[in-house]
């Protein structure tokens, strides 16, 4: 593996088609080492199929995608080993407790017993989990069992995070702890990607965004940098926008992460 250069991320002219929609059309697009970056766009505009394809999960029709150094059609598995993944709709095994599920997830990725005990306790305690983790997953909360699912990405320290829509089911005062633990791994250089349909919360979230939108990436860069393009007459931006700003739902979310 090689890592001469700080890209973590490079998706170069990647093009998907599920028969005859274009999922992802032909998108470009290079992160940084230490970046918290932001896919943003309506649903059905292509973010998880562009997440998916990074971690080998779909294969592109054409063009490449390297992660880490790596080229994921040639050693998917490499890939999978560094990254952490949270799926947009994701299944836990709800017969097992919170804990148990934990465990096996870091056996899954071959963690010393004594690491993986320290780490799982760390994070039920960061994620205010502790208690309830002798409980079955039936039992949890929608919440609480995403917190499950997002720990158990971070569990084996990986150097870049995909998370599709990983506030989905939180509310504000876990998404807060999400976004403080964001930014902590971000001090340790770890790369995050995450999507999210929801204006506000990529706003206050990511370092740099980009727009997707029917497979494209229409724009790219800081919240100020895609509000100054969007007011350009015929940007087509704005109405992108107006799209994606979120309802009262996310209201509550979004004035705590900004505290
Ligand atoms: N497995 C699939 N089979 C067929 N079409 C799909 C599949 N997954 C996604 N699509 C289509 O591809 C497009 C992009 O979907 P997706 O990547 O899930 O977008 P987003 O995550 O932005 O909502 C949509 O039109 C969706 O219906
Ligand atoms: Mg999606």
Redesign the pocket.
Known sequence: MTLSCSLVVELKNVLKR??E?I??DHVNLSIKAGEIFGLL??????????LKMLLGLVKPESGSVNVLGIDVQEDPVAVKRLVGYVP?SSRLYEFLTGIEYLDFIGDIYGMQTKEKKVRIGEYLKAFELEGREGDMISSYSEGMKQKIVLISAFLHKPKLLIL?EPLSGLDPRSARIVKDFLHELKAQEVTTIL?T?VLEIAQALCDRIGI?YH?KILALGTMEELRQMAMLPDSGLEDIFLKLTGTNDVRAIVEELLK
């Open positions: 599920y028969h929609i999922a992802v766009g309506p649903n059905g505009s292509g973010k998880s199929t562009t947009e599709d999507s349909h997707m497979g």
